[in-house]
Structure formats: structure tokens, C-alpha cells
């Protein structure tokens, strides 16, 4: 069983920072991408950035400039800070990962619980 264990997040207030971290509890044998999402209440859950192994990143369009993700695929990490907040980032920030746990299982999302991240005006 492979967990993607999330740490940071919290309350800050607007143009604060934050730095979101993210790991697999093992090792694994091949993961294709890391990111993080978030839902805001009432919200669907939507794409905040993500880094596919070789490097390539995406980011949504609202925090570009603002957020940076990095990390290390082949060490099964990931972070994601958080520049000058807004309230409107507000929302539960879920690491997700498409991973391939064994040799012999198949390629699948993976979630951690979330993080909560409130951003006072």
C-alpha cells in the first residue's frame, strides 16, 4: 500500500507565503507525475500545478507566477510554494501522484487527505 503523506498549509493572511511538501511513505517503482489539486467549498477540485517525470511543469492559469511546484520525481517528492496568497486560495490541497507502485501493478492516481490553507483578507 502506497501513501502520499502531505505536511505545511495552514492560516496566513493575504500576500503571506506557505510551502506545501508531499512524499510517498515508499519507494516505488515508476511514478509518471506529481502535483497538487485543490477543492474549495461548493467547488469542483481543479488542477493547481503539476511536474511530470523529465521535468516538464503545468500550472492553472489563476496562480501562475505566484506559485512555484518542484521536487524530485525519482525521490517521490514534491513541494509547492505559495506566494502572495489571496483569499480566493483558499481551499483543501490534496498531493496527487500517477504512480505504478510494483513491477506487476498498474499505472494509477493516487491521493493524500488534503491540507487545509486559509488566506485571510
Known amino acids: 500500500q502506497v501513501q502520499l503523506v502531505e505536511s505545511g498549509g495552514g492560516l496566513v493572511q493575504a500576500g503571506g507565503s506557505l510551502r506545501l511538501s508531499c512524499a510517498t511513505s515508499?519507494?516505488?517503482?515508476?511514478?509518471?507525475?506529481m502535483g497538487w489539486y485543490r477543492q474549495a467549498p461548493g467547488k469542483q477540485r481543479e488542477l493547481v500545478a503539476q511536474?511530470?517525470?523529465?521535468?516538464?511543469?503545468n500550472y492553472a492559469g489563476s496562480v501562475k507566477g505566484r506559485f512555484t511546484i518542484s521536487g524530485d520525481i525519482a525521490k517521490y517528492t514534491v513541494y509547492l510554494q505559495m506566494n502572495s496568497l489571496k483569499p480566493e486560495d483558499t481551499a483543501v490541497y490534496y498531493c496527487?501522484?500517477?504512480?505504478?507502485?510494483?513491477?506487476?501493478?498498474?499505472?494509477?492516481?493516487?491521493w493524500g487527505r488534503g491540507t487545509q490553507v486559509t488566506v485571510s483578507s
Open positions: 496527487n501522484a500517477v504512480l505504478k507502485p510494483d513491477f506487476r501493478s498498474s499505472l494509477s492516481n493516487y
Open positions: 515508499r519507494s516505488v517503482f515508476n511514478i509518471n507525475a
Open positions: 511536474i511530470i517525470n523529465g521535468g516538464t511543469t
